[in-house]
């Protein structure tokens, strides 16, 4: 049981890399823009858990869901429980399939980004979740220039995560990070039901 | 301001097929696995927005973080809060190369996993998540097939999500869902710090 000193020497070498890129590091002096995109899951529910990394130190979150509609998932019934922290507005009028009318599709993201931009300029936020903005973009319910417009104009305090998948290129470019999920193996695609507390 | 007929037909069609394919999916009579993969971000926080769901329910949750160590995040902040509901042990020690001991790395990824396979078995949790347990498998401080064989002891009642890049392929071909999180972009690489509420 003795200790591997080869293993002790590159360990050693990756903590003095790691502590100078550490060092080296500013702080960008204002909110970051992150894009969660890609086909798989988890582009949603990261952006939850990141909400629960800022309600850990005290943060102010907002959310503005573009296209889920009013039926209850899980996230919805948790997140109510902390309304002094989070202001959650669900706009979307559900899937453009259910819908079928794409005049009310375009009124519905274009309220919804109203109301994203308000929030997004007002100072009273640390990180604001734009869920499924992407979709509405990709649909061209959105200009993907008054999108970004409407990301510049934000508050230095205010982080931004726009999730769906098909991000627009133009907005991965203004992006600070960009993260994609893509789907390897998927339950539904072998004819397993969406479970409830795993998938909403 | 007419509603496009064109739209409104295909969204119909759309629907239908949807409707089919959600009426013939089965449930599965049992806990899914799901892994979390890849070199992007969004692997452990989106297992934290999936426990959040897990709790809108009112579902038990567990939690096993096998490398991050005892420095405060906001995840750990905010989960205290919800003792009755979710079990968390922080298990790791820290970084590997922060330990700089190899025999140390692999009796805490050990003990951590010893304890994971009581909660698996016990039938107390909906859902259980084993944070990072994949750079422990990639280490080899934990031996792929006794990993599955713990998983497939676990009680029909509960799910467990496996965080962590590079997955053992044994391990994904055993899951039921696989998603993996691709950095396309990431504001660390470009000389940006980690920031509290986003990166912790």
């Avoid at 790691?18 to 582009?43: C, F, M, W």
């Avoid at 979150?61 to 998932?73: A, E």
Wanted: hydrophobic share 40%.
């Amino acid at each position: 049981m003795t200790t591997d000193p080869t293993h002790t020497e590159k360990m050693k070498a990756l903590q003095t890399e790691q502590k100078k890129k550490t060092s080296e590091a500013r702080d960008p002096g204002r909110g970051l823009i992150l894009v969660h995109t890609g086909n798989g899951k988890g582009k949603s529910s990261s952006a939850f858990g990141v909400i629960i990394r800022a309600l850990g130190w005290g943060q102010k979150v907002g959310v503005v869901q573009f296209i889920k509609g009013k039926w209850i998932t899980g996230e919805r019934q948790f997140f109510a429980k902390f309304a002094d922290q989070v202001t959650w507005h669900t706009m979307g009028e559900g899937f453009t399939w259910d819908t079928q009318d794409k005049d009310r599709d375009i009124a519905a993201a274009e309220a919804a980004f109203a109301r994203a931009c308000e929030m997004m300029q007002s100072g009273d936020y640390d990180l604001i979740v734009l869920d499924e903005i992407n979709i509405a973009l990709r649909y061209d319910y959105l200009d993907v220039q008054a999108v970004i417009d409407g990301l510049k104009a934000r508050s230095d305090r205010t982080s931004v995560i726009l999730t769906g998948r098909d991000a627009r290129p133009e907005l991965m470019d203004y992006a600070d990070l960009v993260s994609e999920m893509t789907e390897v193996k998927h339950p539904f695609k072998a004819g397993i039901k969406a479970q409830r507390g795993l998938d909403f």
